[in-house]
């Protein structure tokens, strides 16, 4: 006759169930997590994949572009159209630019530079401070979101009414015509812009110094020139070519790989301004390393 | 009429999962109009795509003058699209230039002629041509589709290639141009030999024009013959092309 179970017997079956259920749980948890692992890694190589596609297509088209700048037959009544399209064009705005900016930094940095009795600094600081930095970023900025859009939506509709195609199939090089064109006109026009925005900015730091204090016009001109050293001007105009060809090269690349389609004339653009900003700010960041480290080290 | 210019054999072309040409076969001969009919969206754009090189079939060959498209690099490819003309369905004009500079773009660029006076020449005789001498200095923007058409079709032509694809050269034209353009079709064919491929929707023009008609269903040639054969035909997928009158 059996009696009372064991008490023994009653933790060896709770141990066993213990068993079963921890058992159960862990290799759920296993399979869940092997399934992330799983899920991670497809999605990790869709991305390299397409990080990877990407680069190509962009050697590709850095290839074919570069092919084409020296090929015979350069189109040269091109390149100056699209210079006074790119160039005259955007005049205004960036002369307009460069002269407020020179002011509002004279009018900004008086005040702080009187109290410690500097104030005759200020003309070599607004000088330095817009030719080395400010100018060249700030009119690449205003360039990338008048030019490079620009260039994104023009060749964005080329392509989608099939504009490229009857190019290329008529047996002439759409990229040396409207790529290289575009990317060597902003090559020459960005820093030119640049330095005229330069010129424009010191005019209107001496503005500023005129109503804020007052100095003749030469001796504010010889303060800011003495200030400035070649090392202020070569790596600025280097900083501005590069600036320019991301310009000139962003815009053309998002035109011409736009999808078919009329909405992608208005992403073209979009992205066009977009990539060319976060590409002149890091050229900015890693020419700022460069210029420091070859000059002031 | 035997020596065989374009010759396409197991053409097919998917798009996004979707089989678009699935068995083209067919071969145009010297001096030679091939019309080619099919429903709206069949791949009719997209065949002669692929035999420009503007598209990559997924098999088959397309071989133009004996030579495979695919094979040929880009000298090569070069050489073959400045003999070979092509008119978009869109016409394709670039609109950041007059029909003048439109029409000289293939001349100074491709043909390399430098003599202005040629190249003004040849323009008024191509705009001559197509009945538009008066729209030399405009830009495309200010010209009606049909009239945009026929420039397209003068830029096409004003190389003088010895192949021409057609995408449609009439459509959206009035009755009077389309006979126009159709006669300067033959008279083309006529003058220079060449030998053509016409996509076309209006049957008269494929009345007037074809020396041969194929015609695609689902991504397949279903039917091939002259005008008056086909016409005769009973099959379902080929009858209403020539009977959309409806029958008596
Ligand atoms: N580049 C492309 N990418 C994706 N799909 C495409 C592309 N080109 C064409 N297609 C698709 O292929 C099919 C055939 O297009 P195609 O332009 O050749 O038709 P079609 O026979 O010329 O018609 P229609 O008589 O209306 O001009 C369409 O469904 C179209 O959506
Ligand atoms: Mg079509």
């Known amino acids: 006759m059996p009696g009372p179970i064991p008490n023994s017997h009653i933790s060896g079956v709770f141990v066993i169930v213990f068993a079963i259920l921890t058992k159960i749980s862990f290799w759920n948890n296993f399979y869940q997590f092997s399934d992330r692992l799983i899920y991670m890694k497809t999605k990790a190589f869709r991305t390299l994949k397409s990080v990877l596609y990407q680069v190509g297509e962009q050697a590709g088209f850095l290839g074919l572009v570069f092919k084409n700048s020296v ?18 064009k955007s005049f205004p705005i960036v002369t307009l630019t460069g002269f407020v900016l020179g002011f509002v930094l004279t009018l900004q940095s008086e005040p702080s530079m009187k109290a410690f009795g500097a104030e005759s600094l200020v003309p070599g600081m607004v000088a330095i401070s817009a030719i080395r930095e400010i100018c060249p970023v700030i009119v690449a900025l205003i360039c990338a979101g008048k030019i490079s859009s620009g260039i994104g939506a023009e060749l964005g509709s080329m392509s989608v009414t099939e504009q490229i195609d009857a190019m290329e ?34 005019l209107g730091g001496y503005m500023g110094t005129t109503i804020a204090g007052g100095m003749s016009f030469p001796l504010y001109f010889r303060k800011a020139m003495s200030s400035l050293a070649f090392s202020d001007l070569v790596p600025a105009v280097i900083k ?5 060809f991301v310009i000139g090269y962003v815009g ?46 | 009429m035997n020596h065989k210019v374009i ?22 001969f010297e001096n030679e109009n091939l019309v080619l ?14 035999i ?73 005789e191509a705009l001559d041509a197509v009945g ?44 009077i141009s389309s006979r126009e353009i159709c006669d300067l079709i033959m008279e083309i064919k006529r003058k220079y030999r060449t030998s053509s491929i016409i996509i076309t929707h209006d049957m008269e023009c494929a009345r007037i024009t074809a020396d041969r008609i194929i015609v695609i269903h689902e991504g397949e040639c279903i039917a091939e013959g002259t005008f008056e054969e086909l016409e005769k035909s009973t099959d379902p997928q080929i009858h209403p092309f020539f009977n959309w009158m409806g029958d008596p």
């Open chain 1, 252 to 297: 053309c690349f998002k035109g011409y790989h736009s999808n078919r389609g009329t909405e992608s004339v208005g992403r073209a653009a979009n992205s066009a301004v977009v990539t060319a900003s976060v590409w002149i700010i890091v050229i900015d960041a890693i020419a700022v390393q460069i210029t420091n480290a070859l000059y002031y080290n």
């Open chain 2, 132 to 175: 538009l001498s008066d729209a030399i200095n405009k830009m495309p923007s200010d010209l009606s589709g049909g009239m945009r058409k026929r420039i397209g079709l003068a830029r096409t032509i004003i190389v003088k290639p010895k192949i021409i694809l057609f995408d449609e050269p009439t459509t959206g034209l009035d009755p």
């Open chain 2, 37 to 50: 009919l099919g429903r709206s969206g069949e791949g009719k754009s997209v065949t002669i795509k692929c």
């Open chain 2, 7 to 28: 010759e396409i054999a197991g053409l097919k072309k998917t798009f996004d999962g979707k089989q678009i040409l699935k068995n083209i076969n067919f071969s145009v």
């Open chain 1, 240 to 244: 501005t070519i590069f600036f320019g």
């Open chain 1, 71 to 88: 090929k015979k037959g350069f189109e040269w009544n091109e390149l100056a159209h699209q210079c006074y399209l790119i160039g005259y």
């Open chain 2, 52 to 124: 420009i090189g503007l598209l990559e079939q997924d098999e088959g060959s397309v071989k133009i003058y004996g030579e495979e498209v695919l094979d040929m690099n880009q000298s090569r490819l070069k050489e073959m699209r400045t003999k070979t003309g092509f008119l978009f369905q869109g016409a394709a004009l670039y609109d950041s230039m007059t029909v003048r500079e439109n029409l000289a773009f293939p001349l100074t660029r491709v043909l390399k002629i430098r003599n202005r006076q040629d190249v003004e020449k040849r323009i008024i």
């Open chain 1, 169 to 202: 199939v008529s047996g002439a090089s759409p990229v040396q015509y409207l790529v290289v064109t575009r990317i060597s006109a902003c090559i020459l026009m960005v820093p030119l812009l640049t330095s005229l925005a330069d010129a424009v900015a010191l």
